[in-house]
């Protein structure tokens, strides 16, 4: 199996472009300040799990800028960091073990608690984040990793059928499985 | 194997170094590159194309939810029209006479202009996903001729500052990420309405954890009370003046005991805009 590549960048530039306009929309009001899904994220780990960690590292480097960018605020780098680590690890952590969807999902679900974690501490580092650790954790980064897992199983068939593409076994070199 | 993890460690330690090169760098900078501008327009037009529509049905299940409460807002706004009307008649000759007084003490033009701001209407383009760099895209950029340290308010109060700009789109930077940590955030100058005269006192901080804004460097002999309305003093020359930032919940003693400090509710709500306006002071006395 492999994943296509042309299309999935196309597929989540419109997640990303529906994350930020539509999403907010969404969630109801209460939740606001603790719900921020990445759906950028979630494609990098189908990225890695489908395409291998090479790819994925490129992946996330270049859609964590993106994002960091559009919504340059303090500073630039944060979820690019992040999301190009996670997306690697995530490659490496699947070569070992078979693709299936509650490995995807549990990947997501966790990736996305050490990408906020993370982004938290870059922020902490730069005393910007504004908020003591275990009310970020509490209120921002376990609601949002239920939220990731429940959005990358959403997510699980669309990409399988549109977005995976499977190759004679010979062929694929660079895939797990 | 050894050689290879090695690789990747020394991978990482340059990732590291770089990113907090960059993320030092970009910190407090205040300029956009061009292909940053051109990112921020590409995108801040399909984000338009999106985001209003959501906006409109989001907006269309508000009010439907809100129904039952239209009857008591509309017996509440006929009062606040009766009152309006009034105050309006009192306003023109107020103003008049203050025009012809300006006239008699022979104000310059400037000063006469001072307090003659325009709103620009924006609509939003889109939201941040960072929860702790929440900036939120208007569809207005230099073009419009908006520049950075633009105030941004809506009918209920003031949202933020505009902190970077593109050709089409801008990004507004909302009080909520007050911090004094942070090198490119501006500090509000506040004062109570009522007692412009009296009350002064600086906006600080935003608590994340508790919703509220701080206010602080208020002298022991101010008149602040519980449930006043701060508004923006136009003494620093960043926010114009008399624009709403919420209500006075608590007032307290400092950290040395010499100065009091406001906790203050914010007026706008920041998590569902759909349109801001910015406003334009007069630049009378610029190029």
New interface residues.
């Given amino acids: 199996m492999t994943i296509r590549m042309n299309r999935t960048i196309a597929a989540t530039l419109l997640l990303v472009v529906l994350e930020t306009c539509v999403v907010p929309w969404l969630i109801p009001p209460a939740w606001s300040d603790r719900l921020f899904p990445h759906l950028a994220f979630i494609m990098t780990v189908y990225v890695a799990v489908f395409g291998g960690r090479h790819r994925a590292f490129f992946f996330g480097l270049g859609f964590g800028l993106l994002q960091d960018e559009l919504f340059y605020g303090h500073m630039i780098g944060a979820y690019s960091f992040g999301m190009a680590l996670l997306g690697y690890l995530c490659g490496l952590v699947m070569k070992r073990s078979r693709v299936s969807l509650a490995a995807v999902i549990v990947m997501a679900g966790i990736g996305s608690g050490v990408l906020d974690t993370m982004v938290y501490w870059i922020y902490e580092l730069f005393s910007l984040a504004g908020v003591s650790f275990g009310y970020a954790v509490y209120n921002q980064v376990l609601p949002t990793l239920l939220l990731q897992a429940f959005l990358a199983l959403l997510l699980y068939l669309p990409v399988r059928r549109w977005l995976v593409r499977t190759l004679p076994s010979s062929a694929a070199d660079d895939g797990p499985a | 194997m050894k050689l290879l993890r090695n690789k990747r460690l020394f991978i990482?330690m340059i990732?590291?170094i770089l990113?907090i090169a960059?993320?030092?760098f970009?910190?407090g900078r205040t300029g956009?590159t061009w292909p940053?501008r051109f990112?921020?327009d590409a995108?801040g037009t399909?984000?338009g194309a999106?985001?209003r529509p959501?906006?409109a049905?989001?907006g269309f299940f508000r009010d439907l939810s809100r129904l039952s409460d239209v009857y008591r807002e509309n017996e509440e706004l006929r009062k606040t029209v009766a009152q309006y009307a009034q105050d309006r008649i009192r306003y023109n000759t107020i103003a008049r006479e203050n025009e012809r007084l300006q006239e008699e003490l022979n104000f310059t033009e400037r000063q006469k202009q001072l307090y003659n701001y325009r709103y620009l209407f924006a609509h939003v383009?889109?939201?941040?996903?960072?929860?702790?760099?929440?900036?939120i895209?208007i569809d207005l950029g230099s073009r419009d001729g908006i520049k950075p340290k633009m105030a941004v308010q809506t009918v209920d109060g003031l949202v933020g500052v505009v902190?970077?700009v593109s050709e089409f789109t801008s990004?507004v930077?909302p009080i909520t990420?007050l911090?004094p940590?942070?090198p490119?955030v501006v500090e509000v100058a506040a004062t109570v309405l009522g007692k412009e005269g009296e009350s002064f006192g600086i906006i600080d901080q935003?608590d994340?954890?508790n919703?509220v804004l701080q206010m602080s460097k208020i002298s022991q002999t101010d008149p602040i009370a519980v449930g006043d309305t701060v508004i923006t003093s136009g003494l620093v020359n960043v926010y114009p003046k008399g624009i709403v930032i919420g209500k006075v919940l608590r007032k307290q003693v400092g950290d040395f005991g010499l100065t009091l400090t406001a906790t203050i509710q914010p007026a706008a709500?920041f998590?569902?805009l759909s349109e801001v306006f910015v406003v334009v002071t007069p630049d009378v006395d610029g190029p």
Avoid: C, W
Avoid at chain 2, 125 to 135: I, M
């Fill in positions: 990482l990732g590291v990113f960059l993320m030092g970009t910190r956009l940053e990112l921020n995108f399909i984000q999106f985001y959501a906006s049905v989001a383009l889109a939201n941040s996903s960072n929860p702790y760099d929440r900036t895209k902190s970077r990004t930077q990420e911090d940590n942070a490119d935003y994340s954890e919703h709500d998590d569902h």
